[in-house]
């Protein structure tokens, strides 16, 4: 079965913290995403990785950065939280034609 | 440039009437389109799915129309289950990496 593991459900981090969100997918997908969903907006793409060591920005890569040294694993780093870095962020990895989306987790900046 | 348009935020449906949910895409290149539903605190899981070169999908009560002349994308559930309630995302991918989601449709089913 497909599986997509966030490491954290819900963080509740402090403004200017550093703040790691990890997935890892057991597909042996070569793509993996990170995106981030708020009402109203759907969901935005921040990073994408294609293969390991590579990544390309998504349509908003402000404020984060990205980490692929393993296949199976794809971090997403907010280098100093803000608090418009509050959301829900879900990490995906992709077979072609199909998104698989882990849980999800659920960050609130103070 | 909003390529991707849900235009109604929300919907409210009797049980075991039909439910209908429409997307609106700008970009031709768009070859393969899907449906995600999401319950809350979850992640997105994937519904159904239809390529350009078809203009409909079954998948028991779920089916998928495509109109590519109008660049509309729908989704109907027949008959809708409170078990239905959730929001539904529509999603364009092009056979890149990227897939391109709407705003989303929070469907409430009425018991």
């Known amino acids: 079965d497909v599986k997509v593991t966030q490491s954290s459900r819900y963080l509740v981090k402090r403004t200017g913290e550093k703040v790691f969100l990890e997935c890892v997918q057991d597909?042996?997908?070569?793509?993996m995403f990170w995106y981030r969903q708020d009402p109203g907006l759907g969901l935005r793409l921040i990073y994408f990785s294609y293969d390991v060591k590579m990544k390309e920005k998504g349509d908003i890569p402000e404020g984060y950065s990205v980490s692929r040294e393993k296949k199976e694993r794809f971090s997403l780093i907010l280098e100093s939280a803000s608090t418009n870095q509050t959301s829900m962020y879900l990490c995906?990895?992709?077979?072609?034609?199909?998104?698989?989306f882990g849980e999800g987790s659920r960050l609130t900046v103070l | 440039d909003q390529q991707v348009k849900q235009n109604s935020p929300s919907l409210s449906v009797q049980e075991g009437r039909i439910s209908i949910l429409n997307c609106d895409y700008t970009?031709?290149?768009?070859?393969?389109f899907l449906w995600y539903k999401k319950y809350p605190a979850e992640g997105p899981t994937f519904l159904i799915s239809?390529?350009?070169?078809?203009d409909k999908n079954e998948d028991g009560r779920f089916t998928v129309f495509l109109n590519k002349s109008a660049k509309h994308l729908s989704l109907h559930i027949v008959p809708s289950q409170p078990g239905d309630s959730a929001v539904y995302f529509c999603a364009f991918t092009s056979g890149t990496y990227k897939y391109i989601f709407g705003t989303g449709t929070r469907l409430k089913v009425l018991a």
């Open positions: 597909m042996d997908h070569e793509n």
């Open positions: 239809i390529s350009s070169i078809k």
């Open positions: 970009n031709s290149m768009f070859d393969y």
């Open positions: 995906a990895s992709s077979s072609p034609g199909e998104l698989f």
